[in-house]
């Protein structure tokens, strides 16, 4: 239970501070670089998340669980020193300081009168809930369809952060050739093809390749949403339509972790990975 209760506070920090740091993308550079600076944000996010894990199971393994946490702890230490020595531009406004209900209600009805964003945030909330079935049924697709170990795990998960890293690098060029909305629609066609791909394949390689594949549309998705909401949101509730994003899009994959996992348990690890690929076909179209 201990561990449960850290576990979900550092859910909630988590949840207070990715919305805040996404919407001071605004207040620090011009509105036209926010898309190269999201698609920076979610590159480092997703090599982190692929080099953190193998490194901490070293350091788990060389020094023991005190050093991992303790390491962990002090690594948050850069980013509040980052924000610490970052000189904000101070803005003033006319208007007096709203109380947390009336902010709160004001930025849910913001969202729900926008158009533009309550289409993508219930883009978000589905591709969550479909996309994240890559993730949370690796460790079964390893273990029942490769006959793999932990070695293996941690090869496709490094491939799936290579796909995220070389779609990011090529992201703004993407751009440039097709349009936002259509460039998220090939995207989750990717993670379709991924997950399909899983489900039919018995090879290591295939499976590396299949999820960079994942990877890379992983990455192009989630950004491009994040851009649509932060562009189609004015600086004065743009915190507060992030956070409806984000409670969607995290609700979306805690949903879709259940869904599939029930699937793959009551029926077989196939027809979840082919269900969650049609539902990432409805996100494309």
């Not at 193998?54 to 023991?64: K, M, P, Q, S, T």
């Not at 799936?160 to 440039?176: D, H, Q, Y």
């Amino acid at each position: 239970w201990l561990i449960l209760g850290l576990g979900f506070l550092a859910g909630c920090g988590f949840a207070l501070n990715d919305p805040a740091w996404h919407a001071s993308v605004g207040d620090i550079l011009h509105k036209r670089d926010i898309p190269a600076a999201v698609t920076l944000m979610s590159v480092g996010y997703n090599i982190v998340r692929s080099v953190g894990p193998a490194l901490g199971g070293v350091i788990l393994a060389v020094f023991g669980p005190l050093a991992a946490f303790a390491l962990a702890a002090v690594s948050d230490l850069a980013p509040i020193s980052a924000i610490w020595r970052t000189k904000w531009e101070v803005r003033s406004s006319p208007l007096p300081r709203e109380r947390m209900t009336t902010a709160i209600h004001d930025g849910v009805r913001f969202t729900a009168m926008s158009l533009e964003i309550r289409a993508a945030t219930a883009r978000a909330a589905l591709f969550g809930l479909a996309s994240i079935s890559i993730l949370a049924l690796l460790p079964l697709v390893v273990r029942d369809q490769l006959k793999s170990g932990p070695i293996v795990y941690g090869i496709l998960l490094a491939g799936f952060g290579m796909g995220a890293f070389i779609a990011g690098m090529g992201n703004g060029f993407l751009r440039k050739v097709t349009s936002q909305n259509r460039l998220v629609a090939f995207a989750s066609v990717a993670c379709a093809v991924c997950c399909l791909s899983l489900a039919l394949t018995s090879s290591v390689p295939v499976a590396a390749i299949s999820l960079a594949l994942g990877g890379a549309g992983w990455l192009i998705t989630w950004t491009g949403i994040d851009v649509s909401v932060q562009l189609a949101s004015p600086r004065w509730v743009v915190g507060r339509t992030l956070s409806i994003y984000y409670a969607l899009s995290a609700g979306g994959m805690a949903a879709g972790s259940w869904i599939w996992g029930s699937v793959a348990q009551n029926y077989s690890l196939t027809s979840a990975l082919e269900g969650a690929a049609g539902a990432l076909l409805l996100v494309a179209a």
